[in-house]
Each structure stands twice: as structure tokens, then as C-alpha cells.
């Protein structure tokens, strides 16, 4: 057993993802998690205690330890855990070279989902990242109910296979990344991506694709500019909006 301050630095990242989250409508009320892997076995989630007062005022409290196998490494002091851990601890596992795991219910991305919209490259410059995942396909996981099993979880995470994010048809994303700004930095690109999907349907519009020369010329600005800076972003708006986490300060 691990004593239970441990990792306060990172627990409060974590706390921090939720409350990015919250703010920017890609979770609402007590529904989504983030985990983050601080151990080759042990990571730490997102939990709910009995006072919980949702995503938006997550702090490092609500944030647990537990294995790979998603058994406690520690006192929970009260909090559950997410039924759907097994979400974070199929993707963790299955890929190595990722550090997080968000999972959210974004309108937008449940309406694209269950309205048979597909997520295409139809814009460019306005998010290349987000036109990227676009470009490459975002798979969709076409199952409704809660993944709360291994079974689920591995079922999920063969759909996801070696990309950044997994639609859940009628349900909302899962998304991973090599950092916690990556994880969350995906799920507001696919949320972004979803939104502008179904404000064309919503109009009556199918836009053409981006012409491949076009996409072609749009560069990669590189992981430290479309993650860290982004999520230092989301960072500042939280302190500006009166939300940023009690206790240790962002790494
Ligand atoms: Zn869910």
C-alpha cells in the first residue's frame, strides 16, 4: 500500500483534465473520468466520493490509486471507483506508449454518433490537428451500453487500435495521448471536429473535403505546440475563471 498523498502533483493534474473538461461542455455533472498512468502499475483515476460535487470542481482528493488490474493501491477513503475503469485500464494496457486516458460524453459527438454523421476533413487551418483526425478516421466503437467489464473494455480498445480517440455510438469518446495534455488536447479536437460536423447537418450542408494538395501543405506543428500549449491555455482560463485546483501548483 502506497501512502495516500502520493503523487499529490500528479492528482491534481487529473483534477485539473476534469475540470478543462467540465468547463469547455465535453463532460456535465458527475459523468466522465481521466486517468493518467504515474507507475509501469499503477495509475491514478478520477473516483467519486460521497460529497461529490462533479467534474467542473474536481480537486486532488478525488483523485485514487489503483493497479492494472484496477484493484485499490491505497485507502479509498470513501470514493468509488468509475464502473467503467476498465475503459482506462484496457487502453493503458494495450498501449504502452500512451500516458492518459480521458472519457467524456460530449453532446456533439453522441449526436454525430447516433445521427450517422461521419467525421470528415472539412476544414483545414482552423484545427489541423483536429483535421488530421479527421483525415485518419475516427473509428466508432457501435456498442450503447456502460463498458464495464474486461470484455467491453478490450472490445473498445481493439476499435481504438493504435489511434488517438474511439467514438462510443450513443455514449460520448474515449481518448489517450503520450501526456494528460495530450489525452485532453484529443478529446477538445474530436469535440471541435464534432460540433462543426453537426453544425453542417444542422444547416443542411455537406461540405466538400479539403483538397489533398491543400492538406498536404498544412504543417505539423509538433506535440509541444498542439498539446502543451494548448493545455497551458486551458490552464489560464481556468485561474482567470476562478476554477483552478486547489493545492500544488501546475508542473
Ligand atoms: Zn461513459
Not at 35 to 52: K, N
Not at 115 to 143: C, D, K, N, Q, T
Not at 145 to 158: I, N, Q, S, W, Y
Request: charged content about 20%.
Amino acid at each position: 500500500m502506497i501512502g495516500e498523498r502520493a503523487f499529490a502533483r500528479e492528482r491534481s493534474e487529473v483534477a485539473r483534465a476534469c475540470r478543462v473538461l467540465a468547463m469547455e461542455g465535453l463532460v456535465t455533472d458527475i459523468l466522465g473520468h481521466v486517468s493518467l498512468r504515474v507507475t509501469e502499475q499503477l495509475l491514478l483515476v478520477r473516483a467519486r466520493g460521497p460529497a461529490d460535487q462533479g467534474l467542473l470542481l474536481s480537486t486532488g482528493d478525488d483523485v485514487v490509486l489503483v493497479d492494472t488490474d484496477g484493484a485499490p493501491a491505497e485507502d479509498l477513503a470513501g470514493h468509488a471507483l468509475p464502473q467503467e475503469l476498465p475503459i482506462h485500464l484496457a487502453v493503458l494496457r494495450r498501449r504502452p506508449d500512451m500516458a492518459a486516458v480521458v472519457h467524456a460524453h460530449p453532446p456533439d459527438v453522441v449526436l454525430c454518433s447516433i445521427g450517422g454523421l461521419a467525421l470528415e476533413p472539412v476544414f483545414g487551418a482552423f484545427s489541423i490537428p483536429a483535421m488530421r483526425m479527421a483525415e485518419r478516421g475516427v473509428p466508432v466503437y457501435r456498442y450503447y451500453g456502460l463498458v464495464r467489464d474486461r470484455r467491453r473494455g478490450e472490445e473498445m480498445a481493439d476499435v481504438l487500435g493504435d489511434g488517438p480517440a474511439v467514438v462510443l455510438q450513443g455514449h460520448g469518446l474515449t481518448a489517450t495521448g503520450p501526456s494528460l495534455a495530450g489525452a485532453v488536447v484529443t478529446a477538445l479536437n474530436l469535440n471541435r471536429l464534432a460540433a462543426v460536423t453537426l453544425a453542417l447537418a444542422s444547416a443542411g450542408r455537406r461540405a466538400p473535403l479539403v483538397p489533398p494538395e491543400d492538406r498536404a501543405e498544412l504543417p505539423d506543428l509538433g506535440e509541444g505546440f498542439n498539446d502543451h500549449a494548448v493545455w497551458r491555455a486551458y490552464l489560464a482560463k481556468l485561474a482567470h475563471s476562478g476554477l483552478a485546483v486547489p493545492g500544488p501548483p501546475a508542473g
